[in-house]
């Protein structure tokens, strides 16, 4: 999604994919292949034998090698966001730590003992004691869409993760389950220069732990806690040097005055699903902020062209091919803005999103869930609309 920006701006892309049919390789003619764990596929994409050496350094997922990294920026290539950024994202427990630093709020937390599994599964019945019984443990490395999260109210629910880590598994943390009202998330980003900008703060619906709508901008949201939840972000982006995009998933929750305030959940630093709708409702996309940012390049407007645009992902389908319901979908919804991804269908996956923007809240959200719905396969979709999220799926 990014390759389009890149073309209209004359950048070239060069992208390592894991496979020659994956969905970058698909849209970028730049693709060697290689894992993103493969130091020598690292450093082969950005100085080729072939080819111009790369002038930056950028992600679409954490999961690469911090040594590799900082070697690569010390040899005179700009890793962005870098290291010592990224390292919040790929460690729960690191993350908490550092915005705990900052005086970001956030649920109440704490690293369970790695040390032994009888330690650690003390640590956690004193901690549900403390917050009335039940809490949210995750794996601190390694969870993404709900994986790696678990709602809990003994130690014996998580006695396999207790057993892993003691066989060199990721350590594990324990978080306070948030009685929240709804997730928010909030969009910034920011380039080498200092330069921030952020997008309205847009609510985001969870179905199964995983993402299944986004409404921008949030409804119903004061002026006031959209101005503190971007407020935070920026916060989180200068506190931890972050450069490129940056998702801020929040929880929107009632404070002991009575009045709603933020804590914040989780961190993406790279353009995120929660994002998607800028492609089609914003100024300025965050595929192309993104390029901006890492280049350090002027920022682009991030006001919304719409009144309303929400995105629907396309969770799994009962399709052989997504394009079969295109026909029928382009009829219907002749505004709605579809992007497949080109991903093999299995069920619960994302393949693709629909964007759909308006004057009229019900309508756009309806026809955006009813065009998503045609591409998993219902020719006749029932649309009905959800208010919250649930706890479980938030907190994950």
Known sequence: MMAPAAGELGIHLRVLVEEPGSSAAQVVTDTPVGAASDEAAIRS???????????????????????LLTDLIEHGTPVRPGPHALVQAQDKIVMRQRLTELGVPCPRWAPLPSSSPEEGRAALAAFLTEVGGEAVVKTSRGGYDGKGVRVVSSP??????????????????????????????????????????AWP?????QRDGVCSEVIAPAPGLSAELDARAREIARTVAEGLDVTGVLAVEMFEVTGADGVPTVLVNELAMRPHNSGHWTIDGAVTSQFEQHLRAVLD?????TEPVAAWTVMANVLGSTLDELTDALPELLAAFPEARVNLYGKGIRPGRKLGHVNVSGDDLDEVRRRAIAAAALLRGESAPVVELVETTTEEEANA
Do not use: M, Q
């Open 201 to 205: 703060v847009v609510e985001s619906v």
């Open 297 to 301: 390049l002027p920022l682009g407007a």
């Open 45 to 67: 994409l950005i100085a080729p034998a072939d080819g111009a050496a790369a002038s930056v350094l950028t992600f679409e997922h954490e999961h690469v090698p911090n040594a």
């Open 156 to 197: 014996d629910d998580v006695a396999d993760w207790f057993a892993g880590v003691a066989d060199g598994g990721p350590p594990l943390l324990v978080e306070e389950k948030v009685p929240f009202v709804r997730e928010l998330a909030a969009l910034v980003a920011r380039r080498p220069s200092g330069e921030v900008r």
